[in-house]
């Protein structure tokens, strides 16, 4: 299955730029998570935020998505890494899981490595 673009609002992305400039000068982040979320910028669709649709995930967007091996269906609120807090359900995007899902649509399905092979979710709702 071919992925759709990665749609970042114009607002996130200023943020998440000064996030990753930020992490330069302040050595507190890891430095392959900030690597990370500047190629998955470098691949997104800047677009102004009155015109990204309900259905993209944004930063503070709640996200409810399946796990496409297990059946399992879990939420997330994708947060800056200040704010994360996984046992409340706040994913930082500097996560794996928070980098997979940002800019992407309901429907769409996203995957990554981890220790035990690849993950493989699908995006099934956005609120906010």
Known sequence: MQQQTI???DFDSRRLQGLIRGSQVVDTLDAGSVDGLER???EAEVTPAAHIGPDVVT????????DLDSGE???FQLVFPHLADAPAGKISVLA?????????????MVSWQ???GVRRLRV????Y
């Open 59 to 66: 930063m503070s967007s709640e996200v409810q998505v399946s």
């Open 114 to 116: 981890v220790p035990a």
């Open 124 to 127: 099934d709702h956005v609120l």
């Open 73 to 75: 269906t879990f939420d």
């Open 7 to 9: 749609r970042v609002t």
């Open 96 to 108: 794996p899981l928070g980098m997979a899902v940002l800019g992407r649509s309901v429907g769409e």
């Open 40 to 42: 998955h910028l470098d």
